[in-house]
């Protein structure tokens, strides 16, 4: 029998294609963290500070080093200010906090927006002190008023503090003419609610707006036909989580 000579395969044949060695760069490290880890709303930024100047003034004491770099991670969480994607539908009106949806009823908006005292659907969501604190636009639309009003610190966690509770109502109103209002309220433990939202300012759906310090609690009234999309119980998300379509 004659042997049938066998052609050699290539090198490139026989290993397969070669790619290049994969390499994690300083800017690509520093990308992952930043999508990881969420940034610091300017707020928190005092509270971090003051828990790492304790850190480094008791760096001889172990005990006030610790108490202070826990200080400082504590509040960098509870100031977090994470990314948000607001949903690109027509008329969605998310959520303006993190939190668990404690109330859905009707009831009249705030006294002190003067928009008379027929009742709307009002859905009102709870944060722990876990929950990230920072408020977002629940629509677009222009701030068309702001009103502070003093009152307790009870739990916020109670029916009593959508009336009782200190206050910050924001009044939005939508390129279409609904409004829809966000109320801060301060809890038990929330002794500021910060605002930045002012008459005439224009914010888009999921923008970030205010927060309140340490444990509080958002109520947003919806326009008159609206119907909640959520339920009692369930968690929303600021920004993406949908209360409702506009009517």
């Not at 760069?25 to 969420?38: D, G, I, K």
Request: aromatic residues 4%.
């Amino acid at each position: 029998m004659t042997a049938v000579a066998r052609r050699p395969r290539s090198p490139s044949a026989q290993e397969g294609p070669s790619y290049p060695e994969p390499t994690l760069s300083p800017q690509h490290l520093l990308a992952l963290v930043r999508t990881t880890v969420p940034p610091i709303h300017p707020a928190g930024r005092p509270f971090v500070a003051s828990g790492l100047a304790v850190a480094a003034a008791g760096y001889r004491s172990r005990w006030l080093r610790r108490a202070g770099l826990l200080t400082a991670g504590a509040c960098a969480g509870f100031f977090r200010h994470p990314s948000r994607v607001p949903p690109t539908r027509a008329g969605a009106i998310v959520a303006p906090a993190d939190g668990v949806i404690c109330v859905i009823d009707s009831a009249a908006p705030p006294a002190e927006l003067s928009m008379g005292s027929e009742p709307r659907p009002r859905v009102s969501i709870f944060l722990s002190i876990f929950d990230a604190h920072v408020q977002r636009s629940p629509v677009s639309g222009d701030v068309v008023a702001v009103q502070h009003r003093p009152g307790r610190f009870g739990s916020a966690d109670l029916a009593s503090a959508s009336d009782d509770n200190e206050r910050t109502s924001v009044r939005i109103r939508t390129p279409g003419g609904a409004e829809v209002v966000a109320v801060q309220i301060a809890g038990l433990v929330a002794r500021r609610i910060v605002c930045d939202a002012h008459v005439g300012d224009t914010l888009s759906i999921g923008d970030t707006y205010g927060l309140i310090r340490f444990g509080s609690r958002l109520d947003t009234y919806l326009p008159p036909g609206a119907e909640p999309a959520v339920r009692v119980g369930q968690r929303a998300i600021a920004g993406e989580t949908v209360l409702a379509d506009l009517p």
